[in-house]
Structure formats: C-alpha cells, structure tokens
C-alpha cells in the first residue's frame, strides 16, 4: 500500500515514511512499529537498545576520522494522532492510512495522516542509512505516548544519550527555526452526578454539533476555530428554557485536538421538540455567522436518541453552568514574544454516561506558573459541583537560548541552501525539548521540519517541496557538525 510514495523524493525519506503509514502506530500501539525499526536496524548492522519506558535509541558510529567530534541525537517520536472523520470507519491499530497527492501535498482518506511526526522519524531513519554522509557519532532517539501523554519523554532514562546536539524533527513550519516551547499539564475532572426517572411526558433527543474544522490544540488554538464542546454546552444552555435536561454527552476524543464534533442526549418535554428544532436553526445561523472565514460550516440537528435516566433538573444545570463558564481557547499572549500565545486551555474530551462525568483539558504555558494556575482555576471551579480534579502528565516548557552556537551554525547553512535566513521562533505547542533538556542540561537543541498544516485533524496533509527542503538542510547541519569547527 501507499506504493506511490516511493516515487517522491527524496526517494529514502519517502520509503521510511511509507513504512511508517503501512504500520498502525497511535499512541499507546507503537510496538508493531518498534519491531519494524528494529529489524531494519540489524539488517544494517546498527545497534539499538530500548530502555525501561520502551523508548527506541538507534546508533551509528561516526565516519571514520570523526569519531572524536560531538555527537548528534535525532528525535522524534513514533506516535501519531489518531482522527478520523465521524462517517469514515477507520481502525487505528489495525489499518494503514491511506495517502494520496493533491496540488503539492500528500493527504490522507478522511484521517489524520501522520506527517506529525512521521515525516522527521523517516528522515532520522534516512540519515542512519545514508552512507553517503560524513558525520560524527549518530543517536536516534524514537519516545512513545508523545501524543497522549508526553510518557517516553518524561520517563526517558537520564544516563543514556551521549550527544552534545539534539534535533528535533518535529516542528511544522517551513522556513523556521524553534527554540522555545510552552510546558502544559492535562487537567482531568471526574463526578458522579444524580440522576432521576425520564418522566412520563418526556422524550430523549440527540443535539450533535458537527462540521468543525479542529485542528492542534497548540498550533491553531488563537486562530479562531470553534471548540465543538464549547459551542454545544452553549446551546445547551439555550434549550434549558424548554425543559432540556442532560442524559448524556461525548464531545472530542483528544485532549491535544481541537475538538470536531460533540454530541449530546437530552429529555425534553414531547411538547416542546417543534421549538427545539426551531431554535436550534437559529443557533446554526448564529454560530455560522461569528465562525464565517474559519468554521462557517458548522451543523446543528436533532435526532432520534436511545433512553435513559436524565440528570436531575439540579444537577443538568450546574454542570452545564461549570462546562459553560470553564476556561478554554487563549488565555493570555506573550508580551516577551510577541504574537505568541503564552496560556490557553483546550476543553479537549467531556464524557456523560449513566451520571459519570469526565472532562480532560489540556492547559499549556510558556510560564509553568501559569499552566498551575489555571489547572487550579478547573479544580476551584468544578469542586462547585463536587466534582474531584486532578493534573496529570505534567512537562516543562523550553527556555530559549538564543545565543546558542547550533542555532546560529543552522542559521548560516539555511541561508546558504535555501536562500532564506529562518525565522527564530517560539511554539505554543509542547514539543520534548523542555522535558529532555531537563534531564541533559547539556544538550543544545533546535526543532524545525517541513511544512504541515491541519496536524490533529483528518485536513492534516505535508507540503511535498518543503520535505525535500528539511531533507536538504538536515544532511548539511549534520556534516556541518562534523566538521572541525564542531569540535
């Protein structure tokens, strides 16, 4: 499958990324994918250890000569988002994706394609492969869960890396160099909530709110995309007044996904289901309105719902007040980086099933302070309702260092090979960096990578000609660290 990849080129880095498609890895279910690489690794006579989180380090050993210069790591991590368009069944722990090339961009089939970050883990596997290139000794470094949990950065063990240069493949911007990131935290929010008998006059409907673009919950967090769980508690709280009481919800499926869709179960008086369908036309109209230029396709409807115990009247209020006035989306830009966001909040998964509530939001900062202030505001908030709060997988943003003597060596080579001096940025998006420069303070450390749009959602596609740029600049800031002015 995806046999077309291997007509693109860099035709190595196309053939990696193609194995990588072809192998089922959300995160979590990267074990198929490890047994490839590793079997790959001793066909090439490459050594390989995994350590007690089941992280993945690949080395080769330097071009004859350079043996004593610096070492570089490369890293990425082997996980990918999995999304897939609500009418398309895609199973992904069993089904590759499927890609195709549309105007200069590879894409997939209604799911998340993989690009992030697949595309830096198939250049890693291209450079241990090239024999072509002069180079000093070569980590790999492959984590896990990166997009659920950050795990394998967080537990990555600390006496195992002997590089001096880390790059990170893993950014999605083409003519861009980061040297910063933001820290974040998932905030997870738990009740049990009273129910009460469906009343003999009621009737269970399903409110979904559908057509959302989504999309990171970092990246594309300021650029005014609808949150489907903020939009449908909204209208929640309009139907109140015809006697809707929540039965049920699931809205979003991950935490680090601006969430697409969400659905909700309500009883309502039968009476009162004309109006309902009424106002919600209204609401779709309303919402179409202020989302016009980034989410105008916005669906509301009402459809046939299974029945069950509703919350009682208390109980559907409150928590719809809690979801309705939580924080999300940005919370405060940077005034040290301008036009960066410094805080936000992503209501990313709401579960109601049977009185059970689960909320998990992801928070992030470029000021850890920040990030443990607002998951406090979730846990004041919602102990309203007596809901329990707890933050999970907590990571370090990255400090910037922009005197760093690889940013500047990378800054030249861009230069010279493309022509453009790249932009120094800060991301408000946690790539590993902070949590790997906490256990190697030594490291120096860049990210950067091709150009990728839509990461997180079924749109995310790759700028074909951007990866053979990457391509271009990471074999030359490679020999360029091998070279005597490295050592």
Known sequence: MNDHLLQLSPEPLWRHFRTLCNTPRPSGHEAPLIATLTAWADAHGLTHERDAAGNLLIR??????CEALPGVILQGHLDMVAQANAEHPHDFTRDPIQTYVEEGWLHAHETTLGADNGIGVAAALAILEDETLRHGPLEALFTLE??????????????WLQGRYLLNLDS???????????????????????????GEHEVVRQVALTGLVGGHSGID??????????????????????????????????????????????????????????????????LAAELAGVDEDVQLALEPAESAAPLTGAASRL????????????????????GVVETSNNLGVVKLEEGRFHLCALVRSLRDSATQDLADRFRALFSLIGAETRVENAYPGWTPAPESTLLARFRRLHLERTGVDPDVKVIHAGLECGILGGKYPRLEMISFGPLIRGAHSPAERVEIDSVAEFWQVLRAIIEDLASARAA
Do not use: W
């Open 221 to 286: 967090i300021h650029k005014g995309r609808g949150n489907a769980n903020r939009l449908l508690v909204r209208v929640l709280r309009t139907l109140e007044p015809f006697g809707a009481c929540l039965v049920a919800y699931q809205g979003g499926t991950l935490r680090n996904a601006l969430p697409r869709e969400a659905f909700a179960s309500i009883a309502l008086p039968a009476d009162e289901e004309a109006a309902v369908v009424a106002r919600l036309a209204e609401l779709q109209a309303e």
């Open 60 to 65: 080769k050993a330097a071009t004859p000569g």
């Open 319 to 338: 928590l719809i007040a809690a979801l309705h006035v939580a924080p999300c989306g940005v919370e405060r830009m940077s005034v040290e980086v301008p």
């Open 172 to 198: 999605e911007d083409r003519g861009q160099v980061y040297i910063g990131c933001a820290g974040g935290a998932d905030v997870v929010v738990e009740a049990r909530l009273p129910t009460r008998d469906l």
């Open 146 to 159: 990166e997009e659920a949990s950050m795990r394998g950065a967080l537990e990555l063990d600390t006496d």
